[in-house]
């Protein structure tokens, strides 16, 4: 009797051992599971005219900045970012036919990443009606125009506009409610007082271009805290790489033409490589 009980205990050990190992294997299975990670965003984040392009329509590069974090964090990516987006195109279809950005998400997606804003409030708009040819004062100056009266009109539609990302990062999470939200700032684009004429933008207009984006940057950071978002802060990386820096150490590109392949006032691809190395670091803490 003795002996059988002997044997049924090893029998229930091993079955045991058997059911543990299998519980270890498939945690150890759902924990080697890649990041469901999909890139919402415009031009800044499709990096619009950096080679190759994958996407004629929406302009986006294999250098985009989601593939580099992707790449880094070892993630399953959908990129749905596309050059001219504003956030109206995350709910509605882009160009007529382009799926809203919206149905990129899924209940399982681990992680969202965004920047949106620029074509909303006409920065490059803006920016390409500042450019003076002639130093001062043979031109007219955007600043002066922009703020005529006491009225900054770009920091009104800034400032009008910052409801409409809130909304936005609600919707991510209502729908992917289990991912975690970054949402990531615009750049440092040219330098205090630019450099004309590098760069044919007089000092007072520079300076006022930037703060704009700053400004708009600003709103990013107070949306996404706001609404249970990390923001990440790409300005402070691209100091001394803006538009006004020596050619070939360039983040972001400015009006002017060089030999690396961008579009102006848009990331290049070494800027794509920083932002993405930036977003990876912030979703690994």
Known sequence: MRGKIVRWSIVATAATAVAAAGMLGSTAS??????NYVALGDSSVSGSGVPIQVDL???RS???????????????????????????DFSGKQFGFVAPQYDALKPDTNLVT????????????????????????AGFS?????????VDTMSNAIQAWAPKLGAAVDEIHK????????????????????????????ARDANYLQDKVNELSAVLRGQALK???????????????????????????????????????HPTADGLAVYGAAIAAAAKS
Not at 30 to 35: G, H, I, K, V, Y
Not at 64 to 80: E, H, N, S, Y
Not at 242 to 259: H, K, Q
């Open 30 to 35: 759902a924990s080697a599971a890649p990041l």
């Open 57 to 59: 329509v929406c302009t």
């Open 62 to 88: 294999s250098q985009d900045w989601p593939t580099v974090a992707a790449a880094k964090l070892g993630a399953k990516l959908t990129d749905v970012s596309c050059g001219g987006a504003t956030v109206a």
């Open 114 to 137: 965004l920047t949106i804003g620029g074509n909303d409030i006409g920065l490059v708009q803006t920016a390409l009606g500042c450019v003076n040819v002639f130093p001062e004062p």
């Open 142 to 150: 955007c600043k002066d125009r922009l703020t005529a009266g006491g």
């Open 175 to 202: 729908r992917s409610p289990q991912a975690r939200v970054i949402v990531a700032g615009y750049g440092t684009y040219i330098q205090k007082d630019g450099c004309y004429p590098i760069q044919p933008i007089w």
């Open 227 to 265: 609404h249970n978002a990390k923001f990440v802060d790409f300005a402070p990386l691209t100091v001394g790489h803006d538009s006004c820096a020596p050619i070939g150490t360039r983040y972001l590109e400015g009006l002017t033409p060089t030999v690396q392949p961008t579009l102006p006032l």
